[in-house]
Every structure is written in structure tokens, then in C-alpha cells.
């Protein structure tokens, strides 16, 4: 077995160069041959992408040659960049991202005076939950193939397939799994303060969450992929440019999907068809676990990661409570269009630290271990202060902010969407509430990825799903505060835009 296995992976090399014009026909042909064996055990939590021995179809001469290559090899070293040229890579995709989420914010402004969002509220609590998706699986699988891409296990075009395959099967029992509780989640917060439960507008809500969440991941998750394969052909970090353009059209993409599912399927008004939507996602579910168990790439994280991406789901909702409720008072209107951008923008931003740092410790630390200076108690001198890589990325990151928010809120004024005008004291309150998120954002970040290396935890696949959670939850609760704010001392016109 083991022989006809290296023999399938032999013509599958041969027959990839073959199939390159066709990027589905080679993926599917992958799929069927790597599937077919996997090796036995589990790897480690710090392990998520391929174990350092062969794969298991080699043999065992084949291990021996590959490990004596290995130690004559020079130790791969991390790649340098200035702050100019790190700042240059990390700006357009961050306006990319950044422009994204305003689309997204324009959509849901549109949408909020839709039949199925004005009846059906609860919409609103699956909204930062949905969204949240980008930060839960696309911008950890981002993070985890960029540091595949910079220590070197995405050279082997087998190694890679198996690295690509294995992720994008987990990240639809994820998106599945994680759409169906956030409707749960959703109708559980509606009726707890209202005191009335809708049969209808539960299944509605669980169709539309599950339907979304699968079609949307799977459209980014192919997206992504061609990020990362096309930053390592040109030679640009991934780590600077996967995250944020795996939330460029992310939020877009998944808000123009929840509307227009809910939309239509409240406009059917029959509960056979919304339950049939949801039971045909929900019955895939079991073909994409079999093919996510047959890879090591992603067969660990398929049994232990689940803990953050539920939990970040359960802290967005919260987030999308808030939001609800804010919505509801008509004085506070114009919180909808700035909801997505400030959320994402704050996800944005301590993704790429969270990943910069991950990859950080890859290189120059073993699990389990952190450097010296990330030792003893954490202050936020640590985070900024400093000449260090992670230093400097924390100060252009931060010293993006108000910048990429300018242009974002002038874009928005420009489109003549919203329910607020950019009065000098609005643009300073919500700025200073923008830079008050990243910089609480990018000090948890920081404390909280050395705390999971030290404990073994992977920072790749556990710290991004709670950073983006906790920019929704923060980013929504300081707009709200703010919008507040505003309206107490007077500064209020809710007609804007309409």
C-alpha cells in the first residue's frame, strides 16, 4: 500500500504540470489522490501545518536521504524589511480591506430598511457573527498558510496541495458548524429581552446564518489561497498582505449574501423550504470532515480547534446584541454604515501583528518557550516601545489608524450614505475611539500570542479568532458609546443619507 501511495504521488507530480491551466481539475485530482492514505498519530498543537518527517507514503531509505539534506541544509532565516517597505506592502491591502469594509457598511445600510431586517431583528445579532467568519477561519487560515509560506513548508507541491486541501475542508465544517450556532445564539438573545419565541424567524434565521456562512467561506477560502500561492511567487511576506485582503470583499461578500438569502427566503414565507436550505448544508457537513480527518495538515485541528472560533462567535454575537439594540432607536441610525469599518478595520490591523508575531516566534523561539523580553508582566511600553521587528510593525500599524480612517469616513461622506454628518466634533470622537480600539487591540495581541506559544497553543489558529471577536465586541460597544455621546450634547441628524 505504501508503495502504490509514493507511486499516486509520483504521477500526481508528473501529471501537475500538465493540468496548471486548470486550477479546479488539478485541485480535484489532488484531493482524490492525497486522501487516499495519511499517516498515523496526531501532531502537536504547535503543529498545524505538515509534521517535519515524509509524508507516509515514502520510504523509509526516502526518510533517511531527506533527513541527512536536511541538516546539510542552512538554517532558513526570517525575512528582513525595513519599516518604509513593510509599511508600503501593509498599505494597499489595508485601504483594499479598508475599502471593502465601507462597501460592506454602505450594503447594510441599504438592507436595514429591507422587509426581512425590519421584522425580523434578530438579523442584526447574526451580522458581527458572520462577519466575525473572516477573522475565525479566513485570516487564521491566512495566518497559518503565511507562516507555512516563510518556514519553508509550502516549497514541496505535495506538501503544499495537502497544506491547502486539509484547510479548506476544515474551514467548511468550521463555517457550517459556526453558522448554525451563531442562528441558535441569535434567536436565543431575540428572545430573551422580548419574551416571545417565532418558530418561523428561528428557521429563517438558522437558514440564512448556515447558507451564508458555508457560501461565503468557500468563495474567500479559494480567494485566499490565490493570495498566498501568488505572494510567494512574487516574493512579498504574506504575513503583511494575506490578512487584509482575506478581509477585503470578506465582509462584502458575506453581508450581500445574508441579505439576499433572508431577503428571499423571507419573501417564500414557507418554513419547508428555509429548513430544506438548511438541512442540504448541514448534510455536506460529514463529506468534508472525511476529507479533513485524511490530512495531516488539518486533523488536529479538527478535534482541538474548535474552543476559539466558537468562543469568538459567542463575543461577536454580544457585539451584534449591541448592535441590535442601537439599531432599534431611531435617534442612533447612523451607528449602521460605520459599524463594519470600524470593526473591521480593528480586525485588520491586529490580524497582521498576530501573524507578524506568530511567525516571530516560529523562527526564533521553541514551543513552549517565549524570548526575554516578552518575559514577566505585560505593559503596553512592551508592545510600542523598542527597535525590534514587532516594535515597528506596532507603531506603523498604530500610526495607520487615523490616517485609513479619514479616508474611509470622506469616502462614505462622498457616497452621501449614512444618518451623520462629519462634523469636527463627530470625526473626533469616533477617531479617538478607532485609536483607542487598535491600541487596547494590538496590546492584547501582543500579551495574549506569547501567552499561547508559552502554553503550546498554535497563535495562528487560536489568537486570530478571539482578536477579531474582541475588535467586533469593542468596535461596536465604542460606536455605540460614542453615537451616545454625540446625541447628548447635541450633535445629531439623523436624516443624512435618507
Known amino acids: 500500500m505504501n508503495f502504490l501511495c509514493a507511486y499516486l504521488y509520483q504521477v500526481t507530480a508528473i501529471l501537475s504540470g500538465l493540468l496548471r491551466s486548470c486550477y479546479g481539475c488539478h485541485l480535484l485530482f489532488l484531493l482524490i489522490c492525497c486522501s487516499s492514505q495519511s499517516p498515523e498519530g496526531h501532531e502537536p498543537k504547535t503543529e498545524p501545518m505538515l509534521p517535519e518527517g515524509r ?42 480591506a479598508g475599502f471593502g469594509t465601507v462597501s460592506a457598511g454602505v450594503v447594510l445600510d441599504i438592507v436595514q430598511h429591507w422587509e426581512a431586517f425590519k421584522n425580523i431583528t434578530e438579523i442584526f445579532i447574526l451580522v458581527p457573527a458572520l462577519l466575525g467568519l473572516k477573522g475565525n477561519l479566513e485570516m487564521t487560515l491566512a495566518s497559518r498558510l503565511s507562516t507555512a509560506v516563510n518556514v519553508g513548508k509550502m516549497d514541496s507541491p505535495i506538501e503544499k496541495w495537502n497544506l491547502i486541501i486539509g484547510n479548506l475542508a476544515l474551514k467548511q465544517v468550521q463555517a457550517t458548524v459556526i453558522g448554525f450556532l451563531a442562528a441558535v445564539v441569535a434567536v436565543v438573545l431575540g428572545w430573551i429581552p422580548e419574551g416571545k419565541f417565532q418558530i418561523s424567524h428561528a428557521v429563517l434565521l438558522c437558514s440564512s446564518s448556515v447558507a451564508t456562512a458555508f457560501i461565503a467561506s468557500l468563495l474567500q477560502g479559494i480567494i485566499m489561497v490565490g493570495v498566498i500561492v501568488g ?9 503583511n498582505v494575506a490578512t487584509p485582503i482575506a478581509a477585503s470583499f470578506g465582509d462584502l461578500i458575506t453581508l450581500a449574501i445574508l441579505a439576499w438569502i433572508s431577503q428571499g427566503l423571507y419573501n417564500y414565507s414557507h418554513p419547508y423550504v428555509s429548513s430544506l436550505v438548511c438541512v442540504f448544508f448541514m448534510c455536506l457537513t460529514p463529506l468534508w470532515m472525511v476529507i479533513s480527518s485524511k490530512h495531516p495538515a488539518s486533523r488536529q485541528l479538527l478535534y482541538s480547534g474548535w474552543e476559539p472560533v466558537i468562543t469568538a462567535m459567542f463575543i461577536s454575537s454580544i457585539g451584534g446584541l449591541i448592535l441590535d439594540k442601537t439599531v432599534s432607536d431611531p435617534n442612533l441610525a447612523g451607528i449602521v454604515v460605520y459599524t463594519p469599518v470600524i470593526n473591521g478595520i480593528g480586525g485588520n490591523l491586529v490580524a497582521i501583528q498576530s501573524s507578524r508575531i506568530s511567525t516571530y516566534l516560529h523562527f526564533h523561539s521553541t514551543p513552549g518557550e517565549v524570548p526575554d523580553e516578552a518575559k514577566g508582566c505585560y505593559y503596553p511600553c512592551r508592545t510600542f516601545c523598542g527597535t525590534g521587528a514587532n516594535h515597528r510593525s506596532a507603531q506603523v500599524l498604530l500610526l495607520l489608524v487615523i490616517p485609513g480612517h479619514l479616508i474611509f469616513l470622506y469616502t462614505i461622506d462622498l457616497m452621501e450614505r449614512g444618518h451623520t454628518s462629519l462634523t469636527p466634533v463627530f470625526m473626533v470622537v469616533y477617531l479617538a475611539a478607532a485609536l483607542f480600539q487598535v491600541f487596547l487591540l494590538l496590546c492584547i495581541s501582543d500579551w495574549m500570542v506569547h501567552s499561547m506559544w508559552k502554553s503550546g497553543k498554535d497563535p495562528d489558529s487560536f489568537s486570530i479568532p478571539y482578536l477579531t471577536a474582541l475588535g467586533d465586541l469593542l468596535g461596536t460597544a465604542l460606536l455605540a458609546l460614542s453615537f451616545h455621546f454625540l446625541w447628548i450634547i447635541g450633535d445629531q441628524d439623523s436624516d443624512v443619507g435618507d
Request: proline share 10%.
Open 231 to 239: 505572494s510567494k511567487k512574487t516574493g512579498i511576506n504574506p504575513d
Open 55 to 96: 509524508l507516509s507514503g515514502e520510504e523509509a531509505d526516502e526518510e533517511e536521504e531527506s533527513e541527512e539534506e536536511g541538516q546539510q541544509q542552512a538554517p532558513r532565516n526570517m525575512p528582513k524589511e525595513s519599516p518604509l517597505a513593510m509599511a508600503l506592502q501593509i498599505l494597499v491591502p489595508f485601504l483594499l
